[in-house]
């Protein structure tokens, strides 16, 4: 009896984000690879040998699936360069600036205006041609079936659309962020140049790839304006497994969670000043309300959640490792998701929100009631979004939600952001209109 061995096609992921890297630039490519190994496809990731990462998560390493080949090429970082020379950091540009005051220094303004007008697109710019130069080496001994780039940061499309070039490849171009239109645009001070510079960029990877996804709805159509064509969308998730005997550990505390990045543009004064009312009007809401702020927060939040007399009720922690901050999430809490108060708003969907309504913990919204965000919270039947102003609003749905949110079921709708299900949509609905193109 002859036995049919089936022959898996390969797929070169170009990232920058991977392990030990932490933060949630690594989830998306790390997840996707974790189940395309086990499918008709053969993933070959290729990542930096040498990565200056703003944060490191060595727990993820276990989540690379054993026999993945990952191939790495040294990069020249020029943020640690600086270090180096000046001994100071980049922390106010590769980690969302996130400042310990209210105002940016002279340092972190001087970098923001180079990282706009000078490192274009982005600061691993001077990885673009050795990457790609050792890339197609590498391709004429070990040939793959298509390549994928990941952004940001924007370079690697850059590296993706060189080989392409050259060796006519089948090429995805996969946008976790926007690029011209970036969250952090405003603080780049962009001169009209380098505006017009990353615009004809990111049309040309528009344009070139054989095929676009992005994370959003809002943001795959205003691409496809671009484009002129399809943009695939395949958003962010959970991975179920991450959940599984994860106990959930019952608590008297009325906490109100936020984990992630809490940036100045996603200060909501509207919540610190609601919080204030209930804590004044309740001596039980007093005693038992915990403000629990997980990741780099800005000085201005912690500036504003003092003014308002919230400081003996803040628990600030700035960085957990994945793997622990689960367990926090799975806490009983209100779960706090806020957006980024820029042009963005509407298409911006944070990653933590498909990990937030996987807990079956309420989720409160603030931001757009007609974004992409207010859309998952909507269909997963786990909370609500609220105006970013709309300070009444805030005030009654955290009233309605005390004493304690309880940990509901999982809502069965939600299962199609699960890791699993996405990367079969990966494979089923993308990489196959890629492959045949």
């Known amino acids: 009896m002859r036995i049919l061995q089936v022959v898996k096609q390969r797929v070169l992921i170009i990232a920058y984000y991977w392990p030990p890297a932490g933060g949630g630039g690594v989830q998306r490519w790390l997840k996707f690879v974790k189940y395309l190994h086990n499918s008709d496809w053969q993933p070959v990731v290729f990542v930096p040998e040498n990565a200056d990462y703003p944060v490191y998560d060595e727990t993820l390493l276990s989540e690379i699936p054993e026999g993945v080949e990952v ?137 070139e790839a054989t095929v676009v996804d992005t994370v959003s709805w809002y943001l795959s159509a205003e691409y496809e304006k671009i484009r002129g064509s399809e943009v695939k969308v395949l958003t962010n998730g959970f991975d179920h497994i991450d959940f599984e005997g994860r106990e959930v550990k019952p608590t008297d505390k009325f906490i109100l969670g936020h984990y992630g990045t809490f940036g100045d543009d996603r200060n909501a004064p509207a919540l610190w000043r609601a919080l204030s009312r209930l804590v004044n009007e309740s001596e039980e809401f007093k005693n038992r309300m915990i403000i629990r702020l997980v990741g780099p927060t800005d000085g201005s939040v912690l500036e504003d959640v003092k003014r308002n007399g919230l400081s003996e009720h803040l628990e600030y922690i700035p960085y957990v490792k994945h793997n622990e901050v689960l367990d926090l999430m799975l806490t009983p809490q209100l779960l706090l998701v806020i957006l980024n108060q820029n042009a963005n708003e509407e298409g911006r969907v944070t990653g933590k929100i498909f990990e937030y309504v996987a807990t079956g913990n309420r989720v409160l919204g603030m931001g757009s009631v007609t974004s992409d965000c207010a859309r998952v919270i909507n269909e997963s039947e786990s909370g609500a979004m609220i105006a970013f102003h709309d300070e009444e609003r805030i005030y009654e749905f955290i009233k309605q939600s005390f004493p304690c949110p309880i940990n509901e079921p999982l809502n069965p709708r939600v299962m199609k952001y699960s890791r699993q299900s996405l990367t079969d949509s990966l494979r089923d609905n993308v990489f196959d209109e890629c492959s045949e193109k």
């Open 71 to 207: 191939i790495r090429c040294p990069i020249f970082e020029p943020y640690r360069a600086l270090r180096k020379a000046t001994g100071k950091g980049d922390a106010g540009i590769s980690a969302g600036f996130i400042r310990s005051d209210k105002g940016p220094s002279f340092m972190e303004r001087l970098m923001a205006w180079v990282r706009g007008n000078i490192l274009i697109p982005d600061a691993r710019m001077f990885w673009i041609r050795p990457a790609s130069n050792f890339l197609l080496k590498y391709l004429k001994e070990n040939p793959v079936d298509m390549i994928v780039s990941t952004g940001p940061p924007h370079s690697m499309h850059l590296i993706a659309r060189r080989v392409h070039r050259k060796t006519g490849l089948s090429w995805l171009a996969d946008f976790r962020d926007p690029w011209v239109n970036m969250d952090n645009a405003d603080k780049f001070q962009m001169s009209a140049w380098a505006k017009r510079r990353h615009t004809k960029l990111e049309r040309s990877v528009l344009k």
